[in-house]
């Protein structure tokens, strides 16, 4: 195995961009990361991470509240897609409008114990949510209850990017600092995973990261080339143990974050840890 890819969304008909966010913002995140959506058939995907001898975290999508639409089950079909390639797809990051409320802490239990899945993952600037918004706190309670790592959206995001308003989105929801700092300060023994270089936070981030033992990021969304430059150092330096690779497949192609961040000058033993003894350790998978 030369990585765990611990941030990869489904390129599959059920995930596909306008299914989940609707055309408009589809198209508009398109041109933001200049891609053009390439819809797979479950054997396609799966052969793109065999490939690069890659295991991957999968993702679904939950976030009808805050985007106004009505999203189909997708997290039955990230369970189907690790059922069917589990050398491949080692595990699931559940995502749950947190606005359901209870049924929000029963759909994560459901997604752990039923479905296998391994971990709970927000978009809050999607779900237009506070992560240190006290109602929402049931639900990491519930994480450290099952033991699972939970992931927040970290920086700036490419959905509703270029449309007038953003469509609504907050940037203000994914700021690191106060409101993912809140919640690992509350929930010292819950695993919090930070998703992307957080620009333009990535220094709150660090900050963040340097002061919470409990807290990790991942390096997905960005090609290495354009990682801020403190992240660079951090990566390289003192925040070594706590950065794992993370793609954003299938808009960064895993192949070309490789290559770039493995030709961008870091120690050997930086790149063992970030591409998978890093993830290995956090997130407590034993491959
Ligand atoms: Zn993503």
Redesign the pocket.
Known sequence: MKAIDV?V?PSTLPFSHSRLWGAEVAQSAEKYYRTTEKIRSDEEMAQDFKDLDVKALI?GWDAGAGMGYETSDTNDEVANLIKKFPDTFIGGWAMIDPWKGKLAVKELERCIKELGLTGLKFQQAAQAFFPNDRRFYPLYEKCVELKIPVSFHTGTTGLGAGMPGGNGLRLEHVKPIPYIDDVAADFPELTIVM?HPAWPWHEEQIAVLLHKANVYADL??WAPKYFPEAIKREVNGRLQDKFMFGS?YPDIPPKRWLEEFEGGGYKPEVIEKVLYKNAQRILKFTI
Do not use: K
Request: proline share 0%; glycine share 14%.
């Open positions: 941030h969304h993702i998703i997905s969304g954003d």
